[in-house]
């Protein structure tokens, strides 16, 4: 199942990008393990210049053969040969504007009395070919950089897809264990003094239940707001989690709570990734974590939020999904409804969606000339860098100064200017997810 679908992504993403040149035989070519990282440009030095010569450097760039691995984690690296190649091109440039000066230079009049051709034309004749070429390799760079982008989103999808076929077996073992469960919980109301085999009945089935998150143990009857063991992937370890059984109808898993400034969230990937604080009060549950959670189920997430005037809004997204640590964590979101407006998609220029985690040690974020995360002391999706910003810092009145602070873009009069520039920030935040298709 799993080659086939590779190869089917890979000849996909073949047939829309057939504007690079594959080389022989396609189907070959996916099948070939080893990618070629062999950089298919040449740039050879060929002495020294000549007298209001030629450039004495040469370029052999056709076939220009660019390779799409097979294994997609790779594009990243070819994405990189061609940059390497670009910049290649740009320095070949530099260096025939320098011997084009050079050649200028030795073009005294009298110093030989030989008869060479214009150096003036000849260089702009290079000039041309390099500009040719160098335009070329913008638009293989500008075409791969699509193809790594669409590659990204099939291999989200794909990951996935995978996921939602092998889990509905699982789920449907699940749903019976937890059934079950649930038959031999209401027995055990029943006859509590009699039947001398209960007790047997009783504890065995339960120890060998696998609760993948919080609404698996409303399912059974838990009613209480508590911290719970759970066990997302069979085959991955267990680990805590806080319920909330009240809001909604109960069945959330927390993944991250603000209330009060006790956790400190300008962390490091590390913590991000195992996660941090106290699961009773400020903490970020870790992304491997969440990872699991989201990818056992189809999940949807509420946030909820609170400021210091008391005023309470709220954001329910219909889907939810973090990527795993190799895709960088990267955050799929679905629609919007709720009261406190969609801030994960601001706008065109401030989306969240489909970003990666960014740290302050480790940027992934689309803000060119700096780490989002560093700037805004927090480990988030960020954009470049953003509308939303829920593990910012804790602020217990209003601040000054870069607007770190826990932050909801959408929130009513958040961007109305203040006297004296002064910032709000929110005085409480909570992520949540439950089971898309869970019944209270
Ligand atoms: C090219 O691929 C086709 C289809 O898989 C295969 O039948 C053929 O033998 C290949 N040709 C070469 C030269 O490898
Ligand atoms: C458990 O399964 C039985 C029989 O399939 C069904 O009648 C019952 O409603 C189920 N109970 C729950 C809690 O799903
Ligand atoms: C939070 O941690 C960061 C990084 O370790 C540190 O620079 C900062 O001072 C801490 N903030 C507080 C309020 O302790
Ligand atoms: C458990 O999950 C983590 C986080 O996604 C992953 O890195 C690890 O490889 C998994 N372990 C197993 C045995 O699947
Ligand atoms: C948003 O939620 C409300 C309340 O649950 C529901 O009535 C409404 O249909 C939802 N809107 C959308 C667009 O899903
Ligand atoms: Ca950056």
Redesign the pocket.
């Known amino acids: 199942m799993k080659p086939a679908s590779f190869c089917w992504l890979s000849s996909a993403v073949l047939a829309a990008y057939g504007v690079l040149v594959v080389a022989?035989?396609e189907?070959?070519e996916i099948k070939d393990e080893t990618a070629r990282e062999a950089c298919p440009l040449r740039l050879e030095s060929r002495g020294k210049c000549e007298e209001g010569g030629e450039c004495p450097y040469q370029v052999s760039l056709p076939p220009l053969t660019i390779q799409l691995p097979r294994q997609l984690g790779r594009i990243e690296e070819v994405f990189k040969e061609v940059q390497n190649l670009k910049e290649m091109v740009n320095s070949l440039k530099k260096s025939c504007q320098d011997c084009k000066l050079q050649a200028d230079d030795s073009r005294d009049p009298g110093r030989n009395g030989q008869l060479s051709p214009s150096p003036g034309s000849l260089g702009e004749a290079d000039d041309n070919r390099v500009r040719e070429l160098e335009s070329e390799v913008n638009k293989l760079s500008s075409d791969l950089k699509n193809a790594k982008e669409e590659i990204d989103l099939l291999q989200g999808r794909l990951e996935k897809l995978n996921l939602v076929n092998m889990n509905n077996i699982e789920n449907y073992v699940d749903s019976k264990v937890a059934n079950l469960t649930s038959v031999v919980n209401s027995l055990d109301g029943k006859c509590s003094s009699k039947c001398p085999i209960q007790e047997q009945i009783q504890s065995r089935p339960v120890q060998h239940l696998i609760y993948k998150d919080c609404s698996d143990y409303y399912t059974i009857g838990k009613r209480s707001s508590e911290i719970y063991r759970v066990t997302p992937d069979p085959k991955n370890s267990s680990f805590e989690v806080f319920c909330d059984m009240e809001t909604m109808g109960g069945g959330w898993t927390v993944l991250q709570a603000r209330l009060d400034g006790s956790t400190n969230f300008t962390r490091t990937w590390r913590d991000y990734k195992v996660g941090f604080g106290n699961l009773r009060r400020e903490f970020w549950l870790g992304n491997d974590k969440i990872h699991l959670l989201t990818k056992s189920k189809e999940m949807i997430l509420r946030i909820d939020l609170e400021d210091f005037n008391g005023v309470k809004l709220y954001a329910l997204y219909d889907q939810f999904y973090v990527a795993n640590e190799f895709l960088r964590y990267r955050l799929h979101i679905g629609n919007y409804n709720g009261t406190a407006g969609d801030a994960l998609h601001f706008s065109k220029h401030y989306n969240h969606d489909l970003k990666f985690f960014t740290t302050p040690d480790r940027d992934n974020d689309r803000y060119p000339s700096g780490n989002c995360g560093l700037y805004y002391s927090s480990g988030w999706w960020f954009d470049a860098c953003l509308s939303a910003n829920l593990n910012g810092k804790y602020y217990h009145q209003k601040y000054r100064g870069v607007r770190n602070g826990i932050f909801w873009g959408t929130w009513p009069g958040i961007s109305e200017a203040q006297p004296g520039g002064y910032k709000s920030s929110l005085k409480e935040a909570k992520m949540m997810i439950r089971p898309k298709h869970f019944k209270p």
Do not use: C, L, Q
């Open positions: 022989n035989n189907t070959e």
